[in-house]
């Protein structure tokens, strides 16, 4: 079964942490979607790293070795980093590590082949330096922003004016993101991104019409559970309503484009239902029911 996009992007954002600079965690969830069209299953391993965690990866392989008065040597382990506490611009939240993964997305895959150089140069296009391109030591999954910065100025409280050269985001999007204000009164984000609030706001506006339309009785959470699966209809071509809204606007931020996101169950629609059906490793039917539905939202 085929990695899903929001996978991908749902495990690099939690691997990035809190601490990430906007401009970089934005640059590399765009990288994860430009990759993903291109065939290419890539998500973000590592991001900021306090300075605490820094010391704990200096101490690996090192005797005696200890910050702020606590000793980190870590003998049983090897050296992995000559990077101490402030010089690594994880510390500031500037850098990520990437891999590729499996097609499925559940292996890592370290060779630095072909694909790996494009997630880079798709990297580099949207600002990012290459620790493929060092001379001297050649960190191949290592991204950076700079801003131009040195440790010492980062230390001293200085911050990057980092540029974001993502695009705006999706049109189409934002208007299902609207739309979901509006009609569910979910209060998210209208950015154009697909990302986790959005898709917990669809989830929530397909509990509120199974229990409308259905008397389903369903907790309006936007947690897929056994519950929301089984209360699952069965929609095909003919259908129209807002159940069939949500279905398209799931579809097409998860990129099954169903040539309009318009209520209507059309030849459109079924077309990217079979796409993704198909893509999921689903009898391709063209026909939604609780098994797409739950390759869909869980």
Do not use: C
Request: charged share 20%; no cysteine.
């Amino acid at each position: 079964m085929t990695a899903k996009l929001q996978t991908l992007l749902t495990r690099s954002e939690k691997n990035m942490g809190s601490g990430i600079h906007p401009v970089v965690k934005e640059s590399a969830l765009e990288m994860i979607k430009r990759a993903y069209k291109e065939g290419i299953f890539v998500q973000i391993s590592a991001g900021y790293r306090s300075m605490e965690e820094q010391a704990k990866l200096y101490g690996q392989g090192r005797l005696g070795y200890s910050y702020k008065g606590k000793n980190y040597s870590d003998l049983s382990k090897p050296k992995v980093t000559n990077a101490q506490p402030g010089q690594s611009y994880h510390n500031y939240g500037l850098a990520i590590d990437y891999i590729v993964v499996s097609d499925d997305g559940k292996n890592a895959i370290w060779t630095v082949d072909s694909k790996w150089k494009r997630v880079a140069a798709i990297g580099k296009d949207l600002g990012f330096q290459w620790g493929g391109d060092w001379a001297s030591y050649k960190d191949y999954p290592h991204l950076e922003m700079t801003g131009g910065l040195s440790f010492s100025q980062l230390q001293a409280g200085k911050k990057p004016n980092l540029v974001s050269k993502v695009p705006t985001g999706d049109q189409i999007v934002k208007q299902i993101q609207k739309t979901l204000n509006s009609r569910y009164k979910t209060r998210i984000v209208v950015d154009g991104f697909y990302g986790p609030n959005t898709k917990k706001a669809l989830i929530k506006g397909f509990q509120r019409e199974l229990n409308k339309q259905y008397s389903a009785k369903l907790k309006v959470d936007g947690k897929w559970g056994p519950n929301t699966k089984a209360a699952s209809p069965i929609i095909r071509e003919g259908a129209n309503g807002n159940i069939t809204y949500i279905l398209q606007a799931v579809l097409y931020s998860e990129g099954y484009n169903p040539n309009g996101v318009d209520g209507i169950f059309g030849s459109g629609t079924k077309s990217a239902v079979k796409v993704f059906q198909k893509a999921n490793g689903l009898p391709a039917d063209g026909i939604a029911g609780e098994n797409t539905f739950a390759k869909l939202f869980a």
